[in-house]
Nanobody
Framework: QVQLVESGGGLVQAGDSLRLSCAASGRAFSQYTMGWFRQAPGKERDFVASITWSGGSTDYADSVKGRFTISRDNAKNTVYLQMNSLKPEDTAIYYC?????????????????WGQGTQVTVSS
């Protein structure tokens, strides 16, 4: 079992940057693949980025590739999402998720544990 708590969201202007953090508690954080998802009002929860337990492999949605960077610090039980060049269409609640499955996963149903989410709002 792992508990996830996101932080770092806020209201920013287009072109600004934000760094989201997801702190995990519980055992064996370093064994989990971690993911970031986002959900805008009235829309489905979409994949943003994923990182394997070692940090050796990452994956990004096309919409954020080149602007967002996922990373993790297993010593701190924390995964990060650095978001640069933010756009109004990035506005959503951002969720952190964890899975014991090996490899990279893009579907929400592949993840077992979820945080409560943090709001990111980008004004134009």
């Amino acid at each position: 079992q792992v508990q996830l708590v996101e932080s770092g969201g806020g209201l920013v202007q287009a072109g600004d940057s934000l760094r989201l953090s997801c702190a995990a508690s519980g055992r064996a954080f370093s064994q989990y693949t971690m993911g970031w998802f986002r959900q805008a009002p009235g829309k489905e929860r979409d994949f943003v980025a994923s990182i394997t337990w070692s940090g050796g492999s990452t994956d990004y949605a096309d919409s954020v590739k080149g602007r967002f960077t996922i990373s993790r610090d297993n010593a701190k039980n924390t995964v990060y999402l650095q978001m640069n060049s933010l756009k109004p269409e990035d506005t959503a609640i951002y969720y952190c998720a964890a899975t014991r499955k090996l490899g990279i996963w893009r579907r929400p149903l592949d993840y077992d544990y979820w945080g409560q989410g943090t709001q990111v709002t980008v004004s134009s």
